[in-house]
């Protein structure tokens, strides 16, 4: 039986992965949208992967360069074991922080297949780091759609959204990053494929709001304001449009916004 719901699941992850094309642009060149990017030199201090972190390498490369740029505070939903975390506080400025959100939610069967990350410790990669990059490093053990951050608001530089990837969590996270990215910040999503049908509905929806770009290369997806000329969008309108669309029992997340 056990067999028949495995093949079963494999069988409806090939027809989901084959589905609609994406209405969201492509681009293979960070760069055009965020210039100079990579001219700054970085480190990565932990590199070991399995599954549950981010799957490219290349992305935990472009996500440091954005730490480096230093344009405000990191929120990273979530820790997962801090893999990420710790690069990132690796190539913060010294005086930069990463605020991390984690609750250590072993079992969130959210994709195709079902299946689990396997038994971890939030944040264990930067339990023992070096002391410059531990105080860099601020850890809330929560449910990232319970925690209260609205201290952080219009303040974030760069927001990562990769933390629990069914469709309500994805909707939540994403409300709270256009909440707290400041004007010119950037928001960044790992997993927008079909294989996590919960992040790609809510991105989807989300490009009708305001303009993203996928980079396959990277396997991330970016909402920036930087572009010149570019109006900017309205970050708390665009949570209150995404809300009203995809999840209205929601909808207190950003009352007041
Ligand atoms: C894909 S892993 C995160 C990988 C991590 N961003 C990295 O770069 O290594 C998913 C994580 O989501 C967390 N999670 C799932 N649902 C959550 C929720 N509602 N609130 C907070 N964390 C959640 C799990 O505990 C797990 O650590």
Redesign the pocket.
Same mark, same amino acid.
């Given at each position: 039986m056990r067999r028949v719901r495995t093949l079963a699941r494999r069988l409806l992850g090939r027809r989901a992965l084959a589905g609609a094309p994406s209405p969201i642009q492509t681009s293979d060149d960070p760069e055009v949208l965020l210039p100079g990017l990579y001219e700054r030199t970085i480190t990565l201090g932990y590199t070991r992967w399995r599954w549950?972190?981010?799957y490219n390498d290349q992305a935990l490369v472009f996500l440091c360069h954005l730490a480096a740029d230093g344009t405000g505070p990191v929120v990273?939903f =979530?820790?997962?074991?801090g893999?990420?975390t710790y690069n990132l506080a690796l190539n913060l400025p010294v005086d930069g922080e990463v605020l991390t959100?984690?609750?250590? =939610?072993v079992h969130?069967p959210s994709n195709v297949e079902g299946k689990t990350?396997g038994s971890f410790v939030?944040g264990e990669c930067f339990l023992g780091a070096p002391p410059d990059v531990r105080s860099r490093i601020r850890f809330i053990q929560?449910?990232?759609?319970q925690v209260d951050l609205s201290n952080l608001y219009d303040r974030a530089g760069l927001v990562?959204v990769?933390?629990?990837h069914a469709h309500d =969590?994805c909707v939540s996270d994403t409300v709270l990053a256009l909440r707290l990215v400041r004007p010119g910040g950037v928001i960044v999503w790992d997993d927008y494929t079909p294989y996590w049908p919960g992040v790609k509905e809510t991105l989807d929806a989300l490009v009708r709001l305001v303009p993203l770009t996928h980079y396959p290369r990277l396997g991330l997806v970016v909402y920036a304001d930087r572009r010149p000329g570019a109006a900017s969008a309205d970050p708390a309108a665009v949570a209150r449009a995404l809300l009203s669309h995809a999840a209205p029992s929601a909808e207190g997340r950003i009352r007041g916004g």
């Open positions: 549950g972190h981010l990273e =979530v820790t997962f074991d893999r990420t959100i984690d609750a250590g =939610v969130d990350y939030p929560s449910d990232s759609r990562i990769d933390g629990g =969590v």
